[in-house]
């Protein structure tokens, strides 16, 4: 509610004070680097609090001994993603019940690299990320593939589009077309599993420019059509490997909140 007496900077500090609903659609782009799935979709956040500019983000993972590198990210990435919300001007991330909470807790809110929290650590996190990346951009390019060959492309049709052939087909953004023959045949696809994977394919800098190759080899390189099948087996694979990860801690997760209901 305004009030007549309010200057137009107080308005728009109002209209730009951070909520929940923004904090956990922040929350949501955060992803465990494991299994490749939001950390709100996994239910590892346990509280949102909000004063004022200051947001407060507590959470928790399925064991005590999950990688400290991989908490790290976690934490790392919530900070910053919430502090770049507007009207966020800190941010102060809390890791419950692991074996390196106040560790973590104190050096992501401090503001300090993962080398000067844990000085003994065998190197530092980019490199973990970077191949966890590439993981999952194996993982979503399957998933894309698979809609690809549900609708009737033939593996060297998939192998031989660049990331110009495909556009959204509607303004809903929902279906995408994915062209062929130099745009004289138009498929419909669900554009979700394919914008999914571009956003990982850019993000591990495999694709750049829309004449680029769309989907890759694990190591990079354009798909020879005669390869398609075993890159897409690996594909599976990975998928398959994370998807079972995802199922150990879905289910460690739930053992772990009931041990704790029956402690409370």
């Known amino acids: 509610m305004t009030d007549a007496r309010d200057t137009d900077e107080t ?17 949501d782009d955060v992803t465990d680097p494991e299994l490749d799935r939001s950390i709100v979709e996994l239910e590892y956040v346990d509280a949102i609090e909000i004063d004022d500019e200051r947001v407060t983000v507590a959470f928790t993972l399925p064991t005590a001994w999950c990688s400290p590198a991989f908490a790290w990210m976690m934490a790392v990435d919530a900070r910053d993603g ?24 104190r050096g992501v809110n401090e503001r300090l690299s993962f080398e000067e929290t844990f000085p003994d650590a065998d190197g530092g996190v980019d490199a973990v990320r970077a191949e966890l990346d590439e993981k999952a951009r194996i993982a979503r390019q399957y998933d894309a593939v698979e809609r690809l060959l549900e609708a009737g492309l033939e593996p060297a049709q998939i192998a031989a589009l660049r990331v110009a052939d495909v556009e959204p087909a509607d303004e809903t953004g929902d279906v ?41 080899t694990p190591e990079g390189e354009p798909i020879d059509p005669e390869s398609f099948d075993l890159v897409h087996r690996r594909g599976r694979l990975a998928t398959v490997n994370m998807s079972g990860q995802g199922g150990i801690c879905d289910g460690l997760r739930e053992a772990r909140q009931q041990r704790l209901a029956v402690d409370d």
Do not use: Q, W
């Not at 991330?93 to 106040?102: A, G, N």
């Not at 745009?183 to 591990?204: D, F, G, Q």
């Open 82 to 105: 919430i502090e770049a919300l507007p009207g966020v001007t800190e941010t102060r991330v809390i890791l419950r019940d692991h074996m390196h909470d106040e560790v973590i807790n």
């Open 11 to 27: 308005i728009d500090r109002r209209a730009d004070a951070p909520n929940r609903e923004r904090v956990r659609e922040a929350l």
């Open 176 to 216: 995408a077309a994915v062209y062929l023959r130099d745009r004289a045949l138009a498929v419909t696809v669900p554009m979700e599993p394919i914008e999914s994977y571009l956003e990982k394919a850019e993000a591990t800098g495999v694709v750049s420019t829309p004449d680029d190759a769309l989907f890759r």
